[in-house]
């Protein structure tokens, strides 16, 4: 196994769920996205974390549990309405020549 812990694509850090550390392995990409979701959201990564955790099925892992949030939260983000809320305007679709 190699030492450097980037060449996985994985990066292992601790987290605070209810006052207990954890540690979580997610890819870079996944740690940006829950940080900017928290900016956007005005709230701290821990209390993003806390969200995710009360809302989650507990036959789910949490790591699995932080993956179906921010996918579900993008998604809903895609949509007409979130575009519209976001001020992005109409989404077009433009048809390959």
Known sequence: MSAD??????????????????????????WTALR????REGIAPKQLYARIANRRSKDLSFTV???QYLMQYF????TEEGHAEAGHG???FRRAA
């Open 5 to 30: 812990p980037h060449q996985s694509g994985l990066i292992n850090r601790n987290i605070y769920l209810k006052n207990r550390r954890t540690g979580m392995r997610l890819d870079d990409v996944t």
């Open 36 to 39: 900017e979701v928290a900016l």
């Open 90 to 92: 109409m989404i077009t």
């Open 75 to 78: 998604r809903a983000a895609a």
């Open 65 to 67: 549990a932080v993956r």
